[in-house]
């Protein structure tokens, strides 16, 4: 395995480190320096390892075991001073799970790499680009590095252990590099809506309108093609799975799934359905009509999402658990191209995506594989041993929206790897009635909104409690702004986009307050949860006093 060790250094004639695994070569640890670099080298290896000199010896040994690994970045990012970078993020993306960083000490995936200590490979510098000779720091470069990769499809991990224990971060990114960042991220938008909330908030000073005013003329980067495309080479496994499927009072769509996994070319090991119908309208004889399948059916007469998924979690004696909701329809590969996805990549879950019916398409980025920032219930497999460190599901969810949320980013905080794949596909019916409707929740999704001129898609006091949970108090006001301008946006044609904004710009007062009453409601859960059930090693200890079928 060749890779080329980045000596980053000032004095291009020190002494070279020893390097068996291909050719050493010296830049100045600057982004145009590399820049230039890359572009005059033709012959690169299939691996490239950034390392500052000031770091001293590089770690032979990792490298050449990471070299070996699937994957394509590892870094020391967060260990070298780039949590929380950069700050201006807050104001364009502030609830983004990724902007949420795992502890340092945790192999996790994070786009918040330095150049200082990175090994890369090849292909994803040729496809992707490298560091954008336009930014006046190494900091700067390597965040906007981090950040274009991961969005592009790079799979990107912090490796704690290839930091040295006395290494010296670089310094942060300056001001300009900041703006630089958010303009090529995010584009001129959320550039000028950065440049005025900074003020709004007293975070940025009067005379930094010299950094915006530098960056305004900048075009936002354009999106190449993904480092990786959707490919479905599906076959044999020796794995056992365990489908989940939590359903109440949709018994036609709770049928029709089930004839659906009758079909599956793969089989599961157990279909686990927990009926929480209210025992006046529960249908007891549907079990026998699927006679054929591995069915453990949990009867629950309290209905709530959390802890029917607990229960079933619990009950799940399978190597993986498919999560599906009672109102999707499968392919029959589905399972196959869960399986497949997750033989040729190393990782711990497989985040499968749905089209919505009256949706429209996909958006770019859930259209090729890359790093996850959904755990989508009604779609997802999961090896259930990485359930062990980030729990279950936690009941502050029971009756409320973004359950999938909370423990997505508790698998994410742990370090477990989940990745998109789009080659499973579910089609999610959104049926009218039952499951969380039930409970008054999702009653307005961001789609049904947007095409509609009078709904609005409000903040839902559950999903203020994740953003309380795991976020700063700066970063939960901003979102809760931005989500409250977004009623403004609509979708159709150009007269009902305007009509819409009229119409909502008129309601904003009482959008406004009602998003802050909600994002109190959820600051006000924080101190009754979490309540997080861990998982059960003996099936007997099962909670909540189901019945079972």
């Given at each position: ?321 498919l999560f599906l909701d009672d109102d999707d329809e499968i392919p029959n590969d589905l399972i196959a191209r869960h399986l497949a996805f997750l033989a040729h990549h190393a990782a711990d879950a497989s985040c499968g995506v749905a089209a919505e019916v009256g949706a429209g398409p996909l958006p770019r980025d859930f259209t090729y594989p890359r790093a996850s920032d959904v755990f989508p219930t009604n779609n997802a497999l999961l090896k259930k041993e990485a359930l062990h460190d980030s729990g279950l599901f936690d009941l502050a969810y029971e009756r409320g929206s973004r359950a999938d949320g909370d423990l997505g980013m508790r698998l994410y905080l742990a370090g477990k790897q989940l990745l998109l794949n789009p080659a499973a596909q ?124």
């Open positions: 395995m060749t890779v080329t060790l980045v000596w980053l250094s000032d004095r291009l004639t020190e002494s070279l480190p020893t390097w068996p695994l291909g050719q050493v070569t010296t830049v100045a640890p600057t982004p145009a320096a590399i820049e230039q670099w890359l572009a005059n080298s033709p012959d690169l290896g299939k691996f490239c390892f950034f390392w500052d000199a000031r770091l001293l010896e590089p770690p032979l040994a990792l490298v050449q075991q990471l070299s070996q690994q699937s994957g394509d970045v590892w870094h020391a990012g967060l260990c070298l001073g780039m949590t929380g970078l950069p700050l201006l993020i807050d104001y364009v993306n502030p609830v983004w799970q990724f902007n949420c960083d795992p502890a340092p000490q945790v192999e996790a995936t994070s786009w918040r790499l330095s150049l200082q200590s990175c090994l890369v490979r090849t292909a994803v510098l040729q496809q992707l680009g490298g560091p954008d000779a336009r930014f006046t720091s190494l900091s700067g470069a390597s965040l906007e590095l981090g950040h274009r990769w991961l969005r592009q499809g790079a799979f990107i991990r912090h490796m704690p252990a290839l930091a040295p224990a006395t290494a010296e971060p670089l310094p942060p990114p300056s001001l300009q590099d900041e703006f630089l960042f958010v303009v090529l991220g995010y584009g001129r938008f959320w550039h000028n809506w950065a440049f005025y909330r900074a003020l709004a908030t007293g975070h940025l000073q009067l005379t930094g309108w010299r950094a915006w005013w530098q960056t305004r003329k900048v075009q936002p980067t354009t999106l190449r093609t993904p480092l990786r495309e959707v490919t479905v080479t599906a076959g044999a496994s020796s794995v056992t799975i365990a489908v989940l499927i939590p359903t109440l009072d949709r018994y036609p769509y709770l049928r029709r799934l089930l004839s659906q996994l009758c079909q599956q070319s793969i089989k599961p090991h157990q279909i686990i359905v927990i009926d929480q119908t209210p025992i006046g309208r529960r249908q007891p004889d549907w079990p026998a009509q699927f006679s054929d399948l591995p069915l453990v059916v949990i009867w629950r007469d309290q209905p709530g999402q959390c802890t029917s998924r607990n229960a079933g979690l619990q009950t799940a004696n399978s190597d993986y658990v579910v089609i999610h019916l959104h049926a009218p009635e039952g499951g969380l409707r039930d409970h008054h929740a999702r009653a307005t999704t961001r789609a049904k909104s947007r095409a509609s001129l009078t709904r609005r898609h409000l903040l839902e006091a559950t999903e203020a409690y994740l953003w309380w949970r795991y976020f700063s108090p700066r970063q939960v006001q901003e979102a809760s702004l931005i989500r409250t301008l977004a009623s403004l946006r609509g979708e159709g044609p150009r007269w009902q986009k305007y009509l819409r904004a009229f119409l909502m710009a008129a309601l904003l007062p009482l959008t406004r307050y009602q998003n802050q009453q909600r994002l109190q409601t959820g600051a006000n859960l924080c101190e009754q949860f979490p309540q997080i059930p861990t998982l059960q090693s003996d099936l007997s200890e099962v909670i909540y006093n189901d019945h079972k079928h």
